[in-house]
């Protein structure tokens, strides 16, 4: 658990140095690198080495193999050791400092995809 902790603590003083950062400039370069992520995301899409690919991934999914990787996942996350751990994640995430932090990770992301760029609620 204090490993845990401690990643979390990194996390959100990493989150905290960036939004203290020119919040502005980077909002912006967010944005900039979504809408080519997108761009370059709906080019490949679009192309026929992309097609295969979809294709490809199709085929893996409906394979005997995927089935059993699936069938054993859910195994898995029926177990008593994954509900203990969940329910562990769960009491984390209700400290404090989490909440913040998923809070302004939240505020981020929603300025990112709305293209305000902070602008509503001024510069943070």
């Given at each position: 658990?204090n490993e845990i ?68 996942l859910n195994d ?49």
């Amino acid at each position: 658990m204090n490993e845990i902790e401690r990643r979390l603590r990194e996390f959100a003083s990493r989150l905290s140095a960036w939004f203290s950062s020119n919040s502005k400039t980077a909002r912006q370069r967010g944005a900039d690198g979504v809408q080519q992520a997108a761009a370059r995301a709906k080019d490949f899409r679009e192309s026929e080495r992309g097609q295969r690919a979809a294709s490809k991934i199709s085929d893996l999914r409906t394979s005997e193999t995927a089935k059993k990787a699936e069938a054993a996942l859910n195994d898995l996350r029926a177990s008593e050791t994954a509900k203990k751990a969940e329910s562990a994640l769960a009491d984390l995430r209700q400290r404090e400092p989490v909440k913040k932090a998923e809070e302004s990770a939240r505020k981020v992301v929603n300025d990112l995809f709305s293209g305000t760029g902070g602008k509503a609620g001024g510069d943070r």
